[in-house]
């Protein structure tokens, strides 16, 4: 298959002509080590979740650990010979190169199954990159049956300047509840080229959540088919460019059938010099009356240098639907900096906390509230660190300038 050009339009604003996928190899099997290097923001999120949970560990894409915690879930690997791999591509649909570059390269798939009728605990997935210049392709598949209510945690993260092609696919049957978050905290060379896809069954519910920090190039695909009648998923996202960083997000709120819902809220921030790109769709098929759909992109961009752009496009095929969607993209408003500032609060502390308040709207609302602080700190960490950059660039700006000026004694 030919890879994607700019030229597609859900390519288009995107990196991927710089992409050079003759630099990688798929990842070997990694060493053994006596102990890694230690990942403390990703070691944190999982300590905040307690010691009741299902832990499934790959390292480089391969499998590294599991440590089952709940006997309502069961963990196995696609890749086992009396485990064929056929559930594979079920929900994705396999819809590019990509996706199918990770079925054919992906050592250990993992499919995760919640049996009929239980509330599970947490399963906490964590896949961790540390090859260099190797093409990672970590891939799982969570299926809820039917009345279950599941909650996955999925990290991916490492210092690598790797190419990693992750695929999660959610198959909640009907009358189950599922709640999914993905944190990405790769490294600063890395390229991260994602897929999530879900399908919701009859009177089941989805939320399917997303939190960027790292990478160089970073995109995630969601797409979200509403299946059957009374089907319900809410979309949540929120990410943090900074320095030549660029986060890319594409979503599809797919309605197939009548009377489902949907609701769409992503947020981001970008500094420095880096760039966000947000492209979604909400689409209504035919026989998909009573459609309930929202999408809402809001971009904030603190430094001159960044830019954002928000693309919402709408679908529709049927009568009967209400949908809607807004984007806005702009800096910190000017009576938001008064308003802190009359009441003395420094110019730069007044930037932290509207950019922090900013992006607390969706933190509230991820699943796995106890992991929100150890997120906050993450952001704030980078939101120092990229105000420490700008001001360093405008110093040795103004510097500059002055050396260049004639001496007044001449």
Not at 358 to 379: N, Q
């Amino acid at each position: 298959m030919d890879l994607p050009t700019d030229a597609l339009e859900e390519w288009r604003y995107s990196r991927i002509d710089a992409l050079d996928l003759d630099r990688y190899q798929p990842a070997a099997v990694p060493a053994k080590r006596d102990k890694l290097a230690p990942l403390p923001d990703i070691q944190g999120l999982v300590a905040a979740l307690g010691s009741r949970i299902t832990l499934v560990e790959t390292h480089d894409g391969h499998m590294a650990g599991l440590h089952a915690g709940d006997r309502d879930i069961t963990v196995e690997r696609l890749s086992a010979p009396d485990a064929p791999a056929v559930e594979l591509g079920a929900v994705a649909g396999e819809p590019d190169a990509f996706a199918v570059l990770n079925r054919a390269f992906a050592p250990a798939p993992v499919r995760i199954r919640v049996a009929k009728g239980s509330v599970a605990n947490p399963v906490v997935v964590v896949h961790r990159v540390d090859a260099s210049n190797a093409a990672i392709f970590p891939r799982i598949l969570v299926e809820v049956d039917e009345l279950a209510e599941a909650s996955v945690l999925e990290l991916v993260a490492g210092p690598a300047g790797a190419l990693v092609v992750p695929v999660t696919e959610l198959d909640v049957a009907g009358g189950a509840r599922l709640s999914n978050l993905q944190v990405q905290q790769l490294g600063p060379e890395a390229w991260q080229i994602g897929l999530q896809a879900s399908r919701v069954g009859r009177d089941a519910s989805l939320v399917s959540a997303a939190v960027a920090i790292g990478g160089d190039y970073a995109r995630l695909r969601t797409d979200s088919a509403l299946s059957a009648p009374g089907a319900e998923s809410r979309l949540l996202a929120l990410y943090f460019a900074a320095d030549h960083q660029m986060h890319d997000f594409r979503t599809v709120q797919h309605h197939r059938a009548p009377k489902t819902q949907s609701d769409l809220l992503y947020k981001g921030v970008v500094a420095n010099t880096a760039r966000s790109v947000y492209s979604g769709l909400i689409r209504v098929e035919k026989g998909a009356g009573g459609t309930n759909a929202m999408q809402t992109n809001r971009n904030l961009v603190l430094h001159e240098g960044a830019h954002a752009d928000s693309v919402p496009n709408l679908e529709i095929e049927d009568n009967d639907v209400r949908c809607s969607h807004a984007s806005a993209v702009g800096p910190i408003a000017e009576d938001e900096h008064f308003y802190l500032e009359s009441r003395g609060v420094p110019p730069d502390v007044a930037d932290r906390l509207i950019a922090l308040g900013f992006l607390d709207e969706v933190l509230e609302h991820l699943p796995y509230p106890s992991v929100a602080d150890g997120l906050r700190a993450m952001l704030a960490r980078k939101l120092n660190a990229a105000d420490a950059a700008e001001a360093a660039k405008v110093g040795a700006s103004k510097a500059a300038g002055a050396g260049s000026r004639p001496d007044r004694g001449a």
